[in-house]
Nanobody, 123 residues
């Protein structure tokens, strides 16, 4: 059984920083990618990832966070980090981690979601 757990959210002032963590637990053969999505209050979860990182370290970012957010991962520990800098009130949201992984060498890549960690940017 696989679990994805996020942590690191909280309340921060505009211009501040946070680092979110996402860890995948369980009997995992390979993690193909790890990504972050967000859902602002009274809105649906965004369909485009805020940030994504592949097993080879290729990264991709939504235009709204380029230059401010940085994603990284520790493959050995099945952890991804999202460094949030220069935060704005419009970054307020619940941040969800999605992990694409294989459970075995012959299996396909399946997506697993965490329950989210809230980020509030307010003075």
């Amino acid at each position: 059984q696989v679990q994805v757990v996020e942590s690191g959210g909280g309340l921060v002032q505009p211009g501040g920083s946070l680092r979110l963590s996402c860890k995948a637990y369980g009997s995992i053969f390979n993690i193909d990618y790890m990504s972050w999505y967000r859902q602002a209050p009274q809105k649906q979860r965004e369909s485009i990832a805020v940030a994504e990182i592949t097993s080879r370290g290729r990264t991709d970012y939504a235009d709204s966070v380029k230059g401010r957010f940085t994603i990284s991962r520790d493959n050995g520990k099945n952890i991804a980090y999202l460094q949030l800098n220069s935060l704005k009130p419009e970054d307020t949201a619940v941040y969800y981690c999605k992990v694409g992984l294989q459970l075995g060498p012959a299996g396909g890549v399946y997506d697993y979601w965490g329950r989210g960690t809230p980020v509030t940017v307010s003075s």
